[in-house]
């Protein structure tokens, strides 16, 4: 069975630092790997995604992501925090045909 | 090219009353999912569906909840007989294809049931 791990319920980082956003898989076969994030009562937002090729990815408001096949991660990172990233992120892992699986979430808080 | 539409966004029943949460996929995308979301924690599959065919309900309960994907309209998700517990958020997703392509979320329909 796949799942997804977000090992950290919640990351407070200072304004102008790097963050990261931990996330851990178990899939079977080549995983197809998501980052979304949920602003409060909104749905979410889809951030990047790792599908095939260059591990690193980039996507959306200057986040990245690197997928590193061997300790079956997929960390999100942002060199430069801002206050106006916090908010609640989630890891998915696309199972085959259907459907997303989502970690728990992880909340981040950038404090000025 | 407007975004996934949810209607209503916020939905109030009591006990035993039936919901109906309605969802237009973006435009050009046939590929509609469900999921569920409690308070404070991830989203859960419910269900997913093409135009006209449910291709994936493992993740809805067995009794009172349903889905539908018309040729025509929105997508429908019907609870009957609400209980307390079915109190959530309910997100509709969308996609143009199947695991490749990022899905894109709608606002979500929040339901209380009291």
């Known amino acids: 069975a796949q799942s997804v791990a977000q090992p950290e319920d919640q990351v407070n980082v200072a304004e102008g630092n790097p963050l990261t956003v931990k996330c851990t898989y178990s899939?079977?076969?080549?995983?197809?790997l998501f980052w979304y994030v949920q602003y409060p009562n909104r749905g979410l937002q889809f951030l990047l995604k790792?599908?095939?090729?260059?591990?690193l990815v980039k996507g959306s408001y200057g986040f990245e992501a690197e997928f590193n096949k061997s300790q079956t991660s997929f960390h999100l990172k942002k060199p430069s925090a801002l206050v106006s990233d916090s908010a609640l992120y989630f890891c998915a892992v696309f199972k085959a045909g259907n459907m997303l699986t989502f970690g728990g979430g992880t909340r981040l808080m950038v404090k000025p | 090219n407007a975004g996934v539409m949810q209607n209503p966004r916020h939905l109030v029943r009591r006990r035993g009353q039936e919901a109906r949460l309605r969802c237009s996929p973006m435009?050009?995308?046939?590929?509609v999912y469900w999921y569920r979301q409690l308070p404070e924690e991830g989203l859960k599959f419910m269900v997913y569906l093409q135009k006209e065919n449910i291709i994936d309900e493992s993740g809805m309960p067995k009794e009172r909840f349903s889905a539908e994907f018309p040729k025509e309209g929105p997508s429908i998700l019907r609870i009957q007989q609400v209980v307390r517990g079915d109190s959530a958020a309910y997100f509709c997703a969308s996609s143009p294809g199947g695991a490749a392509y990022e899905q894109y979320f709608g606002p979500g329909t929040r339901l209380t049931v009291t």
């Open positions: 435009k050009g995308h046939s590929h």
């Open positions: 790792y599908i095939t090729g260059d591990n």
């Open positions: 899939v079977s076969g080549n995983p197809y």
